[in-house]
Every structure is written in C-alpha cells, then in structure tokens.
DNA sequence: CCGTCAAAGTTCAAGCTTGAAGTAAATGCG
DNA sequence: CGCATTTACTTCAAGCTTGAACTTTGACGG
C-alpha cells in the first residue's frame, strides 16, 4: 500500500504542527483555570454545562456523552465522581427505566453559574478575542470539518 | 470583578464548540492509528520525530520539551519508557555535561521511518485533505495565533 | 571563596483515561 | 415461547499525566 506516500506541503505541515501545538496547549490551560477557581476540568465543566441547558437539567447518559464526545465509560467514571461531590445525581430514566439519567443538583447548577463567567472570559481570552470575525468563521468551518472527517472514519466498519 | 461577563455571540460559541469537538476527538484518532499500527502514542511520536529531525538525532531533554510543548516532567517519564523500549538512550550533553540528551537509537529511527507514512497519511485523512488551500492557511494562522495567546498568558508572572 | 539562587532533570503519589470484559434489560427471530 | 443479539451502562486493571518535592549542578553577588 505504501508505496510513495504523499508528504504534507510546507504550508500543510506548517498548519498541521500549528494545530499540534493548540491541541496540546489549549485544554491544559483551560483544564487550569477551571481548576484553580472551582476544582472541575474542562470535561466536568462541560459535563455539568451540558446538563445546565437541557431541559429539566437532565440527560440520558448516552446523549450526554454523544454531546461532548465522550466515551461512555470516561462519562461514566466522571459522573460517578461529580455525584459523591453532589452535584448531580443518576437516576432511571421515567420514561424507561431502562436507561439512566444524570440530572443536575441545585449545588451543581450553582457551580455552573459560579464558574461560567471565568471560563467564558477564559475562551475570550485564549481563543476568541485574538481572531478577527473571519477567522472566528474559518476556524468553525474548519473545526466541523475534521470532525466530520474522524468521525466518518471511526463509523464505517461496514 | 465580574460584573457583565461578555458571553460568546452565536457564532462565537459554535466556533468555540466546533474546536472543542476537535480537541476531544482529534488527539484520540490520532492515538489510535499509531497505537494500532506501532504502539505508539502521538506524543511518543513527537518525541521520536523530533530526535529524527535534529542534528546528530538528538536533543537537550528542555530543548525537545519546548519543541513539542510539554512539561519536564512529562517528557522525563515518556523518555524513561522509550529508552526501556530502546527507541533511544539518555547521555550527558559532550558540550556540556551537566545537561542530559535524548539520542535517537537505530531501532528509534527505523520505528519513525516505518511509522511516518501511516501518521502522515492519518492527518491528511483527518485534517488536510478535507480542507482547501484558504483553510489550510486560515488554520495555521488561527492556531498560532491561539498558542500565542495562550502562551502570553503563562508567561507573565511578571 | 561562600552562600544563595536558579536551571535541568527525576521521582513519586494521586488522580484520570482507556479498552476490555461484565451485567442487565429489551428486542428480534425462528 | 425461548434463544441470541443489541443497547446502555458499569467496573476494573493497566497505563498515563500532573504537580509538587527533591537532587544536582552551575551562576552570581558580596
């Protein structure tokens, strides 16, 4: 199969390591500030924002891990977590009660609103307020498009 | 302090989403096809494909830890495990013995130059070959802009 | 010189992630 | 009806990351 492969151009490249660089700077410095202030993770965070928006502040496990890309058991393990600090509970799902459901606790929902105005400012600082709104647009675009890319490639066993 | 926060516009917030699917997502393909095909990880790759690229295939342990932005400690234990595996050895710098290098043995390089072509391959499937040329720059432009910011940030205690 | 300080690495414990294996409930199928 | 599969989750062990504490070696100031 390999037969010449098809190196990366020097612009590619250039893009690529740039990428690199975000991909393993980014989450440690929004994982920190998070921490320092209020002792959750990036992944809690959003967990527990997750759960803030829908409606009756719950979801089915399975939803929420599909919403923040998340392997069911890495969810699982943090919900565990989040509710022996309690801020959420799991409870049956009632309309089957086959199904679990995480649902946000008064003290997770405060926590929520306590750390969202840091964390936004966070984003603002780290990402957003340094790119011109053409490049707010372009890194959307290009942010689905890879996405998209992997998760076409981790579908198609078939 | 924080008397108005500045939420996110829409079209910042879906920005801000977009990359944070990328960045939980990304990194584990990534991972994946090295771990399948070479049992490595990305990171142990930018380590190996770093000591490639440089003269004489080694590198002060502080110098590659800057290159592939990660923490001493980090780089400490992923190093021990390479060299337990024999990809390289740790040696005093000849210059200057109080510093430690990374050299590249001949199994290290060997590993990079059989495991480039399917990473290389993976990223254009993943990242590159879904995008234009625009994008591609719009991408390197961002994300450098992005790491800079981020790096602002750490520095100034101060 | 001597003491203090900083830089470069290492180590360790605590905690997190991962994938594989397990459970339990429903759904299809023969 | 009952057997096999699928779906939704949980658990566990192995391995990885992290930050703090420690060691060693030079650099600097008085």
Redesign the interface.
């Known amino acids: 199969m390999?037969e010449e492969?098809?190196?990366?151009t020097e612009?590619?490249r250039?893009?690529?390591l740039?990428?690199?660089?975000?991909?393993?700077?980014?989450?440690g410095?929004l994982d920190a500030q998070l921490l320092r202030d209020h002792n959750l993770t990036l992944f809690d965070y959003?967990v527990l924002s997750g759960l803030s928006m829908a409606p009756g502040r719950s979801l089915r496990l399975s939803t929420l891990a599909g919403q923040?890309?998340?392997s069911l058991s890495r969810l699982s393990n943090v919900v565990k977590r989040l509710e022996q600090r309690g801020l959420l509970r799991r409870e049956p799902d009632p309309e089957n009660p086959r199904y679990n459901r995480a649902v946000l606790t008064e003290a997770g929902w405060d926590l929520v609103v306590a750390a969202?105005?840091?964390h936004?400012?966070a984003?603002?600082?780290?990402?957003?307020?340094?790119?011109t709104?053409e490049?707010?647009?372009?890194?959307?675009?290009?942010?689905?498009?890879?996405?998209?890319?992997?998760?076409e490639?981790?579908q198609p066993p078939q």
Do not use: H, Y
């Open positions: 390999p492969p098809r190196w990366l612009c590619e250039e893009a690529w740039a990428l690199a660089s975000l991909i393993f700077k980014l989450p410095a959003f923040i890309n998340s969202a105005p840091g936004v400012a984003v603002r600082r780290f990402v957003i307020d340094g790119l709104e490049q707010v647009t372009a890194l959307r675009e290009v942010s689905c498009r890879v996405t998209q890319q992997v998760d490639a981790a």
